[in-house]
């Protein structure tokens, strides 16, 4: 077996390529400006990208089963509210570990109990995981700001800053979780029951009705821990920003879905891996930090990312047309 058969074997046909085009970026980008490569730069991105991450992950298992989740930021702010919540009414700056326990306790109860809602619904009622998301989108929108009255709520203890710029052993705690969560959605998709069953909903849920697999349950377990991980992502954010708001990463939710697509997740369903979405991820920061560093205005990343997605839909469609004459041809 050759190495491209072996890459293709475990970590997918998209890992190759992304890995070729992660280079070129890197590659221009320091050839355009000395700082890029700097550890500087690096140790920047590796604080940043985290959060956009974490949010990636949460997105990615609701589309691997033909669905989507529209409510990711404001599950994650809902839930980095009960967090900052807990932590004032324990003291603020003075509030102790137990309440940070209690605070995070709290936080993914709340993701995972917006989750639970929505695949409960997709479910049961039948309604399109668009509407359903956009709905507790909506709601947890509404929710939010009437409890912050529209505003920040901030002064937590000095040990919450570690979350979101602590570095352990030069590797940002940020990027620690991040990883951590990754590796265990690999896991999860890839060696266990409901990973299977996830892949299984996305491409058929009726064959996968009738081959036994517990449909409904399914749905409503994918909603749920995509809450629990937009919890992961609200509290990340909250240490990070050092304040909690119903309006943080608002502008992160396409870029999710972009970073989904662009990893090889099937936007119909049923096919993707977790490895190219982290490369994806790498890539879209690496764009984001060099064209900010050779003064490109920040307004013109999201451009660029906006062109990415339609040349990536583009060269997969050239590449599913070649692939089909090659078949004919043989």
Same mark, same amino acid.
């Given at each position: ?51 956009? +991450? ?11 089963? !033909? ?51 929505? !695949? ?14 956009l709905?507790?989108?909506i ?9 912050t009255?529209?505003g ?24 620690i ?24 909903? +996305?491409?058929n ?29 609200g ?13 943080? !990463? ?19 369903? +049923? ?46 469609w ?13």
């Amino acid at each position: 077996m050759s190495l491209r058969e072996r890459i293709h074997a475990v970590a997918g046909a998209e890992t190759l390529p992304l890995l070729i085009f992660l280079g070129i970026v890197f590659l221009a980008f320091s050839l355009a400006t000395p700082l890029f490569l700097t550890g500087a730069n690096l140790r920047s991105m590796a604080f940043q990208m985290p959060v956009l +991450g974490l949010l990636t992950l949460a997105m990615l298992v609701p589309i691997l089963s !033909g669905g989507l989740n529209l409510a990711i930021i404001y599950q994650a702010n809902i839930s980095g509210l009960a967090l900052a919540w807990t932590l004032i009414q324990f003291g603020g700056p003075d509030a102790g570990i137990g309440a940070f326990i209690l605070g995070v306790t709290l936080a993914v109860l709340a993701g995972a109990l917006s989750g639970a809602v929505m !695949g409960a619904v997709v479910a049961y009622v039948g309604a399109h995981p668009i509407l359903v998301s956009l709905a507790m989108m909506i709601f947890l929108r509404g929710l939010g700001e009437f409890l912050t009255r529209g505003g920040d709520i901030s002064g937590f203890p000095e040990f919450v800053n570690i979350l979101g710029h602590g570095s352990i052993a030069g590797i940002p705690v940020p990027m620690i979780i991040f990883i951590l969560a990754a590796i265990v959605w690999h896991i999860m998709l890839k060696r266990t029951r409901h990973g299977f069953s996830v892949y299984m909903v +996305g491409s058929n849920i009726k064959a996968s009705e009738y081959s036994g697999i517990h449909t409904r349950k399914t749905l409503v377990t994918i909603y749920a821990i995509s809450g629990v991980i937009c919890a992961i992502a609200g509290i990340v954010m909250a240490a990070r920003f050092n304040s909690v708001r119903v309006g943080h !990463g608002e502008a992160l939710l396409l870029v999710t879905v972009l970073a989904c697509f662009l990893g090889g997740i099937d936007p119909f369903g +049923g096919f993707g891996r977790v490895l190219p979405v982290a490369i994806a991820l790498i890539i879209l920061q690496a764009l984001s930090s060099g064209l900010n560093l050779i003064g490109a205005n920040q307004h013109l990343s999201t451009a660029v990312w906006g062109l990415f997605l339609i040349g990536v839909m583009a060269l997969r469609w050239v590449g599913l047309r070649w692939r089909s004459r090659q078949r004919k041809g043989t």
